[in-house]
DNA sequence: CATCGAACCAACC
DNA sequence: GGTTGGTTCGATG
């Protein structure tokens, strides 16, 4: 399902620039030291991933807004456009204390917001 | 574990 | 209509 806003009484598909406010405003939930996925942000707001990506590109204020707390799904770092690149990107995470084992994140330090926000409800069978 | 290919959603051509 | 992204997931070796 697209992703919907309501706007002046009306409901109606949402537009680039709603993802990316819905995304950049979400993202900052996300502490430092911790990382979440491209995916589980998608899940949340039923886009693609890839347009989750998209979104955090168009960032205005990086470092203050966190998009280099975003990672791809199988714990590597994914792209940065911002000044420094993904080396950058790297360096960041470093210095927030994420373990980088290789190309990839550790995954304790992985959370997954649609989890955490009662995405799925699935309850833990013992 | 690594690679492959299809699906993904809004924008752009 | 087809391509394009800071991607994902299941299937395959």
């Given at each position: ?9 009306r ?13 950049l405003?979400i ?24 347009l ?31 000044p ?17 084992c ?15 926000l ?9």
């Open positions: 399902m697209p992703l919907l806003v309501l706007e002046g009484g409901v109606r598909r949402a537009r680039f620039d709603d993802i990316v406010e819905a995304v405003t993202i900052q939930l996300v502490p430092s030291g911790m990382v979440t996925t491209y995916g589980s942000i998608a899940k949340l707001l039923g886009v693609s991933p890839r989750v990506g998209k979104a955090l590109a168009m960032n205005k204020k990086p470092i203050v807004i966190p998009c280099h707390r975003v990672v791809m799904s199988d714990g590597r770092i994914g792209g940065y456009s911002g420094g690149g993904p080396e950058f990107k790297r360096a960041l995470l470093t210095v927030e204390g994420v373990k980088l290789g190309d990839r994140v550790d995954k304790g330090h992985v959370i997954d917001l649609y989890q955490l009662g995405g799925d409800q699935q309850i833990n069978t013992p």
